[in-house]
């Protein structure tokens, strides 16, 4: 149960959001890439995100994140969404991430198409994140999720289905 304060909102509401940017890789067949986190005891599923680097742009760090977690870069950004989407962390979850410095993230997402083969993406990176990965069908991203990042995920298809046409 979350204590509320006087104002009648949880402790964490005033905490900012974290800055950061996801990923949505598209491969040929118009299947989204989704990875397991490696930190978790339960089983999570997620599309590579991450934060922005102090002077980094938003496509930037997309671009990054992409090589820092999976490994590759082959791959060309399609499309950016128009704002910034936001996820609110659980509340025992706030004091545990980021040093309990943010409720949760503002993301700026960016689809792109994967121009690889399956084999040029490595989870085996300096810091690994994810122990697995597999390619599914987008409609299908939201019951895989996390239950609080589930509307984040709607909104990113959403976002962009224009492409999944």
């Known amino acids: ?34 990875a397991q986190r490696i930190d978790t005891r339960q089983e999570a599923w997620q599309m590579p995100q991450g934060g922005i680097d102090e002077g980094e742009t938003p496509r930037t760090a997309a671009l990054r994140e992409m090589v820092e977690e999976i490994g590759t870069d082959r791959a060309e950004i399609l499309a950016e969404s128009r704002g910034w989407l936001t996820y609110d962390l659980p509340p025992g979850l706030v004091p545990k991430v980021w040093k309990g410095r943010y409720r949760g993230q503002r993301q700026k997402w960016f689809a792109l198409r994967f121009l690889g083969r399956d084999g040029d993406i490595n989870l085996e990176t300096p810091k690994p994140e994810f122990l697995s990965w597999r390619w599914l069908p987008p409609g299908a991203l939201p019951d895989l999720i996390v239950p609080f990042k589930r509307a984040l995920y709607r909104d990113v298809l959403a976002e962009f289905a224009e492409l999944l046409r």
């Not at 979350?2 to 040929?28: C, Q």
């Open 1 to 34: 149960m979350t204590a509320f304060g006087k104002d009648g909102h949880p402790p964490y509401a005033g905490l900012p959001y974290r800055p950061g940017v996801g990923i949505f890789l598209l491969n040929g067949a118009g299947e989204v890439f989704v």
